[in-house]
């Protein structure tokens, strides 16, 4: 299916046909111009309330995240608490697939607050239903956006935040009013009431044209708001709006799919998820209408709210429709993510396309400044993407959690239940032995291309041996992802012990080269890199008495002190030429563009 909307550039199609809809609609019926203004104006506010949020309030609600999505619980309760205050989904979802896919928060984590944001957006309704229609929006609303933009225009991030929201909220409530406005003129020349249907054929016409409204607005509360203005102005029967709001929640679906179709594997199951959560809901809702709207009716009794007072009451039944997609879905978590694993696999190890070099091309070769830092990045780039890579998922460990802020003890825990199932051999031919060619091909050439210095000669000799031994650390995995798979799940608990201890060790490497990326200067982690070396260049499991043990004892087999022995070494040798090449990478790099800058 992917392929089929890749192939036929579904995306590009959406703007052409939204204009060719919009045209011929102000062609065809002229008088629902100030309608499409108002319309046009409150999707702009949107997008302005969405903006300005995402610049004031990003930092503490990423930190609140990681806070909150300890449980499913409390990850629904950010979903729900963070949208319905900042009236943006959207903003709660981009927040949460950039942590999920950082590994900070879990799948199951990340679901959860999708749900919750799902409930969290029925707040639109409730602000436009209590306070759009009752309050003078001339009286506000201008004063709104004469502050808003004030603040917009200023340098300080928070300011102008706050500015894009303020403005966004303004923007908001006007495009209410010329809706309103416009129904209310021309309330005679349209009028969907003349359309009503009864029964089912009503029901589903209506979600229907639900379902086009929001593919058409790309946005499912800027649809609620246009239902609950026409029904504010008669020009909609009440059954049909209940109809159109199913639809619109139904309708998102198309845009989640589209907008999931280049995004990460955990990008599409999060879609896939709410999906699930749209249509499950959409059709349930769709066939039990009428005796939710007696429901509506009953609550509405409850509350004191008059029987007439139709907006209240849609109101009512967008989040009753909500709370019943949690109810038919969040217990079921469990099974909807091994649907969704099971429907959208990780990419498969087997399928690698052959790499080709990122930095490296006949320009670089004019100058031996550009050479260097061409060969340099290819190398990190190299490093960082599949060495790096090879080596935690060789010890079934999770890259994006190595390089995410989990305690490395979790990190080990949550990857137990693991299998990352990798052809290291596979991964070298396709990823690794073409680019290192080329990293020798044009460091051998700059040499014989440039009168270079005896330190320039050193710095080039310096970066092949950093790929160099890369093409070692890999080799070296080969051996020791098989018995990783065999033994970490070994009914043998003195194995299993000698093999966690393993990963153990290269986890804590792997975490403290991630962090000297990210600070290659701190005298902290660069004492931490030193001792790991030198725990390496020691940690000779036949010498330690452990191994004479485990044999003397018969606590493993032969076989079994075989592997571990060879593993043992392996291990140690791709700890140091890891940590070799970070630090030529990390914290000899600037010196080693200085001597080219020299030359």
């Known amino acids: 299916m992917t392929k089929l909307f890749n192939n036929i550039s579904f995306r590009k199609l959406i703007l052409p046909v939204m204009l060719l809809v919009l045209a011929w609609a102000l062609y065809a019926f002229p008088m629902v111009s100030e309608v499409a203004a108002g319309v046009a104006i409150l999707l702009f506010g949107i997008i302005m309330l969405e903006d300005g ?4 309030v990003q930092g503490p609600l990423e930190r609140m995240l990681k806070k909150m999505s300890k449980s499913v619980r409390r990850s629904f309760g950010f979903g729900f608490i963070s949208t319905a205050v900042l009236q943006s989904s959207a903003l709660i979802s981009v927040v949460a697939i950039s942590f999920l896919s950082a590994g900070l928060i879990s799948l199951k984590s990340g679901i959860a607050v999708g749900f919750g944001a799902n409930l969290g957006t029925t707040s639109t309704a409730w602000l436009v239903s209590t306070l759009g229609f009752k309050l003078d ?23 102008r935040g706050f500015g894009f929201a303020l403005a966004g909220l303004g923007f908001f409530f006007l495009g209410i009013e010329y809706m309103q406005t416009g129904f209310e003129r021309f309330k005679d020349d349209f009028d969907l009431t003349s359309y009503a249907q009864e029964g089912y054929l009503g029901v589903f016409t209506f979600a229907v044209i639900g379902i086009l409204l929001t593919v058409v607005f790309q946005s499912g509360s800027a649809v609620i708001v246009l239902v609950l203005t026409m029904l504010q102005t008669g020009q909609l029967e009440y059954f049909n709006a209940l109809a159109i709001v199913i639809g619109a929640n139904i309708g998102n679906v198309i845009t989640m799919v589209i907008g999931a179709i280049s995004a990460s594997t955990d990008g599409k199951r999060l879609a896939g998820a709410q999906v699930i959560f749209k249509v499950v809901t959409g059709l349930v809702c769709l066939l039990a209408i009428f005796q939710l709207a007696d429901f509506v009716d009953f609550l509405a009794t409850i509350f004191n709210v008059d029987t007439n007072n139709y907006a209240i009451k849609l109101s009512l ?32 190890q087997s399928n690698f396309e052959i790499e080709k070099p990122k930095y490296l091309n006949k ?4 100058y031996p400044q550009s050479t260097i830092k061409a060969l340099l990045d290819e190398s990190t780039y190299l490093y960082e993407k599949t060495t790096f890579t090879i080596v935690a998922k060789g010890l079934n460990l ?14 080990l825990k949550e990857n137990e239940e693991i299998v990352f199932d990798i052809d290291v051999e596979e991964m070298y031919y396709s990823k690794v032995k073409i680019i290192y060619g080329k990293i020798l091909k044009y460091a051998t050439l700059s040499e014989s291309e440039f009168a270079l210095t005896p330190p320039l000669l050193s710095a080039f000799a310096r970066v092949k041996d950093a790929s160099r031994n890369q093409v070692v650390i890999i080799k070296n995995m080969r051996g020791v992802h098989k018995n990783v798979k065999e033994f970490l799940r070994s009914e043998n608990s003195y194995i299993k012990e000698e093999y966690e201890a393993m990963r153990k060790f290269v986890a804590e490497t792997l975490r403290e080269i991630y962090m000297l990326k990210k600070d290659p200067n701190a005298q902290t982690i660069q004492s931490n890199i030193k001792e790991l070396k030198s725990e390496a260049n020691t940690r000779d499991l036949l010498l330690s008495g452990k191994f004479e043990y485990l044999i003397r004892e018969h ?9 571990l022995a060879n593993d043992s070494t392996n291990v140690n040798n791709v700890i140091l030429k890891m940590i070799e090449s970070a630090e030529l990478l990390y914290i000899e790099s600037d010196y080693l563009l200085q001597l080219a800058e020299e030359l």
């Open 53 to 56: 949020f995402n610049a004031f």
């Open 137 to 159: 929006i001339t009286a506000f609303v201008f004063p709104m956006l004469a502050f808003g933009i004030l603040f917009a225009l200023q340098k300080n991030n928070a300011l």
């Open 317 to 348: 039944f967008h989040t009753l429709f909500n709370l019943i997609g949690c109810l038919l879905t969040l217990p079921f978590l469990k099974n909807i993510i091994r649907l969704l694993k099971k429907v959208i696999p990780s990419k498969s």
């Open 363 to 366: 320009s670089i070769l004019k």
């Open 398 to 411: 999770d890259p994006k959690a190595i390089r995410s802020e989990l305690p490395l003890e979790e990190v």
């Open 555 to 563: 606590k493993i087999s032969s076989s079994m002190a075989s592997s």
